[in-house]
């Protein structure tokens, strides 16, 4: 087998919570995702980004709230508002207070109005 997983151990099994377990599983998974997929750990990583800000925004419209504006992280990456990549991901990243749009989102918008204008 070319790519070989590796499950994670855990040492002293039984010392470990549940939920210790589940998340193990779940990285094992994620891991075998990235290899079946031929995704990189950063674009899963994204992927993550965009579940928790879903998770927030569907959280806060639960309470009939504002969803929470995409921040930078504390280095000072920043995460395109649309498609979760980082800007050393792409080549340029368009930022505005509290928002922030790569250049491949930039493109795609401009494909979809563009066809729009067309039909």
Not at 32 to 51: F, H, K, P, S, Y
Not at 109 to 117: K, L, S
């Amino acid at each position: 087998m070319a790519h070989e997983i590796y499950r994670h151990w855990l040492p002293e099994e039984e010392h470990h919570s549940d939920h210790a377990k589940k998340l193990a599983g779940i990285t094992s998974r994620l891991q075998n995702v990235m290899l079946t997929e031929n995704i990189t750990a950063d674009e899963l990583v994204g992927c993550a980004r965009v579940v928790r800000r879903n998770h927030a925004s569907f959280k806060a419209m639960e309470k009939n709230e504002r969803p929470p504006a995409v921040s930078p992280s504390e280095n000072n990456d920043y995460f395109c508002s649309f498609c979760g990549k980082g800007n050393n991901e792409v080549s340029k990243m368009v930022t505005a207070p509290k928002v922030y749009i790569c250049n491949e989102c930039v493109e795609l918008c401009e494909d979809i109005i563009t066809g729009f204008r067309d039909n």
